[in-house]
């Protein structure tokens, strides 16, 4: 969390299976120079500007550009995906560069063709030549949820979202490294749930005016990326890789029986409007 810059709002305790976080109206910040909140997850925005279209199965495009993601998402129609799950390592900032960016990672239902997003992960963000680290929960278009515990680069997470039935999900995120964790328990969506899509995505977060300028995370490796119980290649899942203007990160194959890849960034950005 960027503690230089004002919160949003007084934070709200919440105890969430034994865990304290701060929830925030819409983000863990706020950014002047970026025009308001810094959002990690929501949807994804293709490359020239569009989103894929709602309910729609896309597994015949088997790799598709967008401007905020890279990874993978398995496709298909409503109510066909009920868990993701993964595991990846925290990637380092490089903060060289001048100006704030920001850098997620994160395994969820929908958010692909949909207007929701199930999801849990990590951060990192660029405040200036200072890396900062943390985690979160979210039901986009609901509030994003900071988890008051420490993350650090290298930290071994594992992160799973559950639908429990009735437009219920669980989510749970654990750091395997300083041994902390948090499960919400059954918690109502945002709103109504196509769980048309399942991901495992690195993330460039938006403000209100927009996708924002990545941060440069090197190359982080997801590991035991299953869905529905599967490993997530036996889905025929789409291949994202995310490019705009000088800005990109590229996706590996899958290994390891379809549960391995790595996203590797290169360039930098100076962020563009996008879905927020």
Not at 40 to 68: H, K, Y
Not at 80 to 94: K, M
Not at 119 to 148: F, H, L
Not at 254 to 275: C, D, E, H, I, V
Request: glycine share 12%; with cysteine; aromatic share 8%.
């Amino acid at each position: 969390m960027r503690h230089r810059l004002p919160l949003l709002a007084a934070s709200i305790g919440l105890i969430l299976g034994g865990t304290l976080a701060a929830a925030y109206p819409a983000a863990a910040t706020t950014n002047q120079a970026t025009g308001g909140m810094v959002q990690p997850g929501g949807l994804m925005e293709l490359s020239n500007g569009t989103r894929p279209a709602v309910g729609i199965p896309q597994v015949a495009r088997t790799t598709v550009t967008s401007s905020n993601w890279a990874g993978y998402a398995a496709t298909g129609s409503n109510g066909t995906f009920n868990s993701v799950s993964a595991d990846w390592v925290q990637p380092a900032g490089n903060c060289s560069g001048g100006g704030d960016q920001y850098s997620a990672f994160w395994v969820g239902l929908d958010g692909y063709s949909s207007s929701t997003v199930e999801q849990t992960g990590s951060e990192v963000d660029c405040v200036g030549r200072t890396a900062e680290y943390y985690a979160w929960w979210e039901e986009y278009p609901g509030a994003s949820v900071v988890i008051n515990h420490v993350v650090k680069a290298g930290d071994q997470f594992a992160a799973s979202v559950t639908f429990e039935g009735n437009n219920v999900f669980q989510i749970y995120l654990h750091d395997i490294t300083q041994a902390w964790s948090l499960t919400t328990g059954p918690k109502l969506a945002a709103a109504p749930a196509a769980r048309s899509s399942a991901e495992v995505i690195a993330e460039a977060p938006s403000s209100r005016s927009g996708v924002l300028p990545l941060a440069n995370f090197g190359t982080v490796s997801f590991t035991n990326a299953e869905v529905n119980g599967a490993p997530l290649g036996s889905t025929r899942p789409v291949a994202i890789e995310m490019q705009d203007g000088s800005s990109s990160v590229s996706v590996s194959g899958l290994t390891n029986n379809g549960q391995n890849f790595t996203a590797t960034y290169s360039g930098s950005r100076q962020g563009r409007p996008g879905p927020f």
